[in-house]
């Protein structure tokens, strides 16, 4: 969905942490308003809150941390208000990059929760 790319940003993490920062709070705060528009535009989706992470650590390992940082952004959106029956939080690991170079530069960018909508569950 266009929108989604224009009206809300990725956030990012620090390596190993899925502590929300404090400049992706700023950032969730505001999907947490364009969120909440488009859910209410469009009643047959559900957001889509992906949790990435960079290619260090074991698959396992990355797959359990993208879902700490997924389930820490869709707490603090529902706590903001956005309506937590139409939030799925879901990892990926490092299986979907966004920066693909192994390098100091590249693998901050891989640290992040990406949100994306799909049809709805229910």
């Not at 074991?58 to 941390?65: F, G, W």
């Amino acid at each position: 969905m266009e929108r989604m790319a224009q009206e809300v940003r990725d956030i990012y993490f620090d390596l190993g942490r899925s502590e929300i920062r404090e400049d992706s709070r700023v950032i969730l705060a505001q999907n947490a308003k364009a969120l909440a528009q488009i859910l209410n535009d469009f009643p047959g989706i559900e957001i889509l809150v992906e949790g990435h992470c960079d290619e260090s650590g074991s698959s396992e390992y990355n797959l359990e941390l993208g879902y700490r940082r997924a389930e820490s952004a869709k707490r603090l959106l529902e706590s903001i208000g956005v309506a937590g029956n139409r939030l799925k939080a879901v990892s990926r690991g490092e299986a979907s990059p966004q920066c693909v170079e192994a390098t100091e530069e590249c693998r901050p960018k891989n640290r992040r929760v990406h949100f994306a909508a799909r049809p709805g569950t229910g």
